[in-house]
Nanobody, 118 residues
Framework: QVPLVESGGGSVQAGGSLRLSCAVSGVPFSSYTMGWFRQAPGKERELVAAITSGGSTNYVDSVKGRFTISRDNAKNTVYLQMNSLKPEDTAVYYC????????????WGQGTQVTVSS
């Protein structure tokens, strides 16, 4: 089991910002694609943002222009900077990892709660 440890969740008012961090150990982090997922109550889990080992990124449309995913290979850490937060961003956010060629994320963190109040 590869530990992925998320941090940085919390409660914030609409329009505010949070930065999530995910520290990874036990795998060659620099060669993995990292993703941030979220799951709100009663909804399916969705991929919010991903970053490949080469630094290419993609985002779900609802967060484009507000969220930024980044990685620090020296620290084996991936980040999700979330700005202009909305109540609909409220969810449990999960960090996940897969090899670049895999279709499925193999390793998952325990999740961190993000709550945005109006």
């Amino acid at each position: 089991q590869v530990p992925l440890v998320e941090s940085g969740g919390g409660s914030v008012q609409a329009g505010g910002s949070l930065r999530l961090s995910c520290a990874v150990s036990g795998v060659p982090f620099s060669s993995y694609t990292m993703g941030w997922f979220r799951q709100a109550p009663g909804k399916e889990r969705e991929l919010v943002a991903a970053i490949t080992s080469g630094g290419s990124t993609n985002y779900v449309d609802s967060v484009k222009g507000r969220f930024t995913i980044s990685r620090d290979n020296a620290k084996n850490t991936v980040y999700l900077q979330m700005n202009s937060l909305k109540p609909e961003d409220t969810a449990v956010y999960y960090c996940a990892a897969r090899t670049n060629w895999a279709l499925v994320y193999k390793y998952w963190g325990q999740g961190t709660q993000v709550t945005v109040s109006s």
